[in-house]
């Protein structure tokens, strides 16, 4: 299974761009690197996904090098409502089917953006 | 379009009861999902399924049961609590493809063993 560490937590400050690197040395062919994005008391919702290269949508980019053995979420211009804990999770979306799971969330990137 | 919701948002138990969670989302997925939250920590999946009539267990099964009869619904039950088992459940689902795997989470359900 695909081992992730990302920092405990991170700050920063309204309007600046928020990088948060996750790190998976032994990430399988068929992972994929999903983050997700938890408020107090709520479920987590899903921000972006992705395989390799980089992707982007209305509110984050993923970028992955061409190794894939790290993956960085990009938040732009971040403002107070981004506050939150930030999920990496690596893994393979088909070993459910297979009867086992390799989808793993880790402990997590507490952020907290400041005025 | 409700989601996923769960049902109850709260619960206090005495240690040996018994208690069933139950899941339900609107959105014909075929994949379910229960997981556990503890303070301070990721998300650690229970079981799951792939499909009405089928579960498979998580990372930390043990304790828990599982059944989907409806595959709107999705219960997870506790035939005999222990105080290890004081945490925040999670239900998700999601679609069934090979590739993506975006999760739908519910608002969680707050569970108490004393």
């Known amino acids: 299974l695909a081992k992730t560490t990302q920092p405990i937590s991170m700050d920063s400050y309204e309007g600046q761009e928020v990088n948060i690197t996750c790190s998976h040395n032994?990430?399988?062919?068929?992972?994929?690197i999903t983050w997700y994005q938890q408020f107090p008391s709520q479920g987590p919702r899903f921000i972006i996904q992705g395989y390799k290269t980089k992707v982007t949508n209305e509110v984050a980019s993923l970028f992955i090098p061409a190794d894939r053995k790290s993956s960085t979420l990009s938040l732009p211009r971040v403002s107070l409502s981004d506050t939150a804990v930030y999920y990496c999770?690596?893994?393979?979306?088909?070993?459910?089917?297979?009867?086992?799971?390799?989808?793993?969330f880790g402990a997590g990137t507490r952020l907290a953006v400041h005025p | 379009n409700a989601g996923v919701t769960q049902t109850p948002k709260f619960r206090v138990l005495k240690t040996g009861q018994s208690m069933t969670l139950l899941c339900a989302q609107d959105m014909n997925h075929e994949y379910m999902y229960w997981y556990r939250q503890d303070p301070g920590m990721g998300l650690r999946l229970i079981h799951y399924s792939v499909g009405e009539g089928t579960t498979a267990k998580g990372e930390v099964p043990d304790g828990y049961n599982v059944s989907r009869l409806k595959k709107q619904n999705f219960l997870l039950g506790l035939e005999s609590a222990a105080p290890s088992q004081t945490s925040v459940y999670f239900c998700a689902s999601s679609y069934s493809t090979e590739s993506e795997n975006e999760q739908y989470f519910g608002p969680g359900t707050r569970l108490t063993v004393t």
């Open positions: 999770l690596v893994g393979d979306p088909s070993s459910l089917s297979g009867g086992y799971n390799k989808l793993i």
């Open positions: 032994n990430i399988a062919t068929n992972d994929y």
